[in-house]
Each structure stands twice: as structure tokens, then as C-alpha cells.
């Protein structure tokens, strides 16, 4: 079996009980928030939905944006949406980047390098980044 997606890390904001802290991303379903499609099993005390895919229903505590993963094999994917002024580009890239689940962090960076230098000619885009990520 795969590596859980959150392995051992207690400081991580994930909840003791989300199968982020049993399963790799991909082993389970991401939900914007609890509902009743997804109650506790009163056996494990873990949400699953009708099919008995595991839920993890805090998307910003794991740092993975709400999808399918498991239940409809969904690809893992996130789109960058930068403000249109630059000024605010460091602030808003160290809250994307250091929210973000891990595994997204190359896609994120290729997106924000690419994106800096199509929209802002005059802006450095790996300066913003060290500066997001400082």
C-alpha cells in the first residue's frame, strides 16, 4: 500500500481522522464540507460516501482542492488565478503556495512562472516566487 498523503506529521492541520492520514492523495475524495452524503461511520469514526469512498471534507486543511479523486479517478489538479496587480503577487503566491498540498507545489510554481512573465513584462517572475516562498 502507498504512503499515506499526510504520514506521521502530528503538527499537520489535517483531523486525526481524515483518510488524508490513511490514504495517498488519490486514495480518497475531497468535499467542500461535511454534509450528510458523507456521515461517520459509527465503526471507525472515518466519512464515506454512499459508494464507501473514503471523504475528507476540509479541502483548505489538507491543501487540496475539492474533487472526485478516488471515486472518479479525477486528475489532481489546481488553477492559479493571479490578481491583476502585481504588487500584490508576493502575498497572494506564499498563501497558494504554503496552503497548498506538496504534490501541487511543481504545477503551482510552472503556472506562476509562466503566468508573471505572460501578464507582467516588467516583473521578475523567480524573484516574486523567492520572495513568496521566504
Not at 502530528?10 to 452524503?37: E, M
Not at 473514503?54 to 482542492?65: A, D, F, Q, S
Not at 505572460?118 to 516583473?123: E, G, I, M, N, Y
Amino acid at each position: 500500500m502507498a504512503e499515506p498523503f499526510v504520514s506521521g506529521d502530528v503538527l499537520h492541520r489535517a483531523c486525526g481522522i481524515c483518510p488524508s492520514r490513511r490514504f495517498p492523495v488519490g486514495g480518497f475524495d475531497v468535499w467542500a464540507r461535511p454534509t450528510k452524503d458523507c456521515p461517520f461511520d459509527p465503526e471507525d469514526g472515518h466519512r464515506y460516501a454512499a459508494d464507501g469512498t473514503p471523504v475528507c471534507v476540509h479541502p483548505e486543511k489538507v491543501g487540496l482542492p475539492v474533487g472526485a479523486y478516488k471515486s472518479e479517478n479525477a486528475p489532481l489538479a489546481i488553477e492559479l488565478h493571479l490578481p491583476t496587480d502585481p504588487s500584490e503577487l508576493v502575498a497572494y503566491l506564499h498563501d497558494v503556495l504554503y496552503g497548498a498540498a506538496p504534490v501541487l507545489l511543481d504545477d503551482l510554481i510552472s503556472q506562476a512562472s509562466e503566468q508573471i512573465g505572460t501578464r507582467f513584462s516588467d516583473v521578475d517572475a523567480v524573484s516574486v516566487l523567492r520572495r513568496a516562498l521566504s
